[in-house]
């Protein structure tokens, strides 16, 4: 079993910039995937920025492209989203994801990804 903890939501104002992070622990050694999802009220949850363990490729969604940057830090089993030039349309509940699987099409995609954290919130005031 994975466990996935996210930190580092809160308010902040647009343009302002938060960091983002998910912690993993248990059988971590197989997981080549992990990335971040959000959830805005009313809306369904979509992808925004995921990251491959092995071949070190990076996917953005285009709402967040050049503003958002996923890292990873393999020794700590953690993956950062560094969140710049925030907008309120950013506003939502974020959730750290994490899969087996690093092709193009599932790793953008929910249901390429097996393990979810409880999400923290993100709201930017305009």
């Known amino acids: 079993q994975v466990q996935l903890v996210e930190s580092g939501g809160g308010l902040v104002q647009a343009g302002g910039s938060l960091r983002l992070s998910c912690a993993a622990s248990g059988r971590t050694s197989r997981l080549p995937a992990m990335g971040w999802f959000r959830q805005a009220s009313g809306k369904e949850r979509e992808f925004v920025a995921a990251d491959s363990w092995s071949g070190g490729s990076t996917y953005y969604a285009d709402s967040v492209k050049g503003r958002f940057t996923i890292s990873r830090d393999n020794v700590k089993n953690t993956v950062y989203l560094q969140m710049n030039s925030l907008e309120p349309e950013d506003t939502a509940v974020y959730y750290c994801?994490?899969?087996?699987?690093?092709?193009?099409?599932?790793?953008?995609?929910?249901?390429?990804?097996?393990?979810w954290g409880q999400g923290t919130q993100v709201t930017v005031s305009s």
């Open positions: 994801a994490a899969g087996y699987y690093s092709d193009s099409y599932y790793i953008t995609k929910k249901a390429g990804y097996n393990y």
